[in-house]
């Protein structure tokens, strides 16, 4: 079976580190977020201030669903907050308010790598849903031209997960740059909140790994056919 096959076993560091990635982010996101910043700011007053010393007046900031759900949507340019980020006046809030500006400022000032993430965003969600359904079909019917395809297909994922990299990691740099260059941080917060973003950016590597470990494997079946 294709789900099964040895080649599985390439998987197993990939699936090591993204359970690895999930505990370090939500243990470090939990540990810092039961200590308070020392001005006492909530994520949406940093946003707000962050943005507005910026020179950004068209994004807004507003509450939203779920748990480490925040993001930048460039499409409405709104920045969304969790509750208890939008709310909070933690740490760990202050460095995700933070990252996420971090991605508005990127989007502000064109960033390259962002502007590329955006354009192959659309054929990446359509090749991440029909790839493996493809590589499968033609694996089964010893179609050449379907595992070509599907291959093809997943390899934009590979490349939207490797570009996602620098903007995220570029994202926490324009964090912890503007919060200590406006002095939201103190020194022995610095350090801390930089635990925070380094534990979020983790996931994206993880993810990235399995998803280049998922193209090894179709290449590799592809190979035996």
Known sequence: MFFWDPTMIL???ALILAFYAQYKVKNTYHKYGEIHNNRSMTGYQAAIELLRMNGISDVE????EGTLSDHYDPRVKKVRLSQHNYRGTSLSALAVAAHEVGHVIQHARNYLPLKIRHLILPVT???SWLA???FLIGFFLTNSFLMDLGIL???GVVTFHLVTLPVEF????RALYQLESHGFLTTGETGKAKKVLNAAALTYVAATAMAAMQLIRLLILRGDE
């Open 11 to 13: 998987l197993i560091p």
């Open 170 to 173: 570029n994202a926490s740099h």
């Open 153 to 155: 297909l997943y390899a």
């Open 61 to 64: 900031v507003e509450e939203t």
């Open 125 to 127: 969600s359509f090749g």
């Open 132 to 134: 493996f359904p493809l």
